[in-house]
């Protein structure tokens, strides 16, 4: 059974770091593109990084390019989203989530963890 | 770049029909995925490419995608359906692509 699980949100400072972790179990990594989207408080879900099966391909939304980055640990089964600079309008529950398929294009996001808070304080 | 537009509410009585909707300019030449969210939840898939469901979801929930709209039809509409749906597209120039989202509220 195919399950996601988030980690490492809190609150952070503006210009500060944080980095999330999100454990999987039930598929390997390396063979699906995986995706961090997040969701504002009341707002609605913005894509924010994918990364694909060959963890070599990483495309970033606008609003983050420079400051994220995702990464994955193969011998943990973990992907990452390090995030810097973070400014208030970071704050958001982040998501994982794994696609139908490994490539870059048209996938379905079949899978998502529960989601974990950030919180960005000025 | 790629826009969605999704009207921000959609209501319906108990046992009817609710179509929400997903404008996008010729959206019927890409990919429309959709996905519910109750307050709380994680998102889940409830459409995949236009008209598919994964298994678990049940063949009253449907979708279609035509010209520039793509619908997400809800019929015999339960209490359990009140959520928010998201569509969402995978662009070229714009990547991956969400809906403003619709709240669905069974009356």
């Known amino acids: 059974q195919v399950q996601l699980v988030e980690s490492g949100g809190g609150v952070a400072q503006s210009g500060g770091s944080l980095t999330l972790s999100c454990a999987a179990s039930?598929?390997?990594?390396?063979?699906?593109?995986m995706h961090w989207v997040r969701q504002a408080p009341g707002k609605g879900l913005e894509w924010v990084a994918f990364?694909?099966?060959?963890?070599?391909?990483?495309y970033y939304a606008d609003s983050v390019k420079g400051r994220f980055s995702i990464s994955r640990d193969d011998s943990t089964n973990t992907l990452y989203l390090q995030m810097n600079s973070l400014r208030d309008e970071d704050t958001a529950v982040y998501y994982c989530?794994?696609?139908?398929?490994?490539?870059?294009?048209?996938?379905?996001?079949?899978?998502w963890g529960q989601g974990t808070l950030v919180t960005v304080s000025s | 770049s790629f826009e969605l537009t999704q009207s921000l509410s959609v209501s319906v009585a108990l046992g009817q029909t609710a179509r929400i909707t997903c404008g996008g300019n010729?959206?019927?030449?890409?990919?429309v995925h959709w996905y519910r969210q109750k307050p709380g939840q994680a998102p889940v898939l409830v459409i995949y490419?236009?008209?598919r469901r994964p298994s678990g979801i049940p063949e009253r929930i449907s979708g279609a995608s035509s010209g520039n709209t793509a619908t997400l039809t809800i019929s015999s509409a339960q209490a359990g359906d009140e959520a928010d749906y998201y569509c969402?597209?995978?662009?070229?120039?714009?990547?991956?692509?969400f809906g403003g989202g619709t709240k669905l509220t069974v009356l």
């Open positions: 969402q597209v995978w662009d070229n120039r714009t990547a991956w692509v």
């Open positions: 989530a794994k696609q139908t398929g490994g490539g870059y294009s048209g996938y379905d996001l079949d899978e």
């Open positions: 010729n959206i019927r030449n890409v990919n």
């Open positions: 039930g598929f390997t990594l390396r063979t699906f593109g």
């Open positions: 990364l694909r099966y060959d963890g070599i391909k990483k």
């Open positions: 490419r236009d008209t």
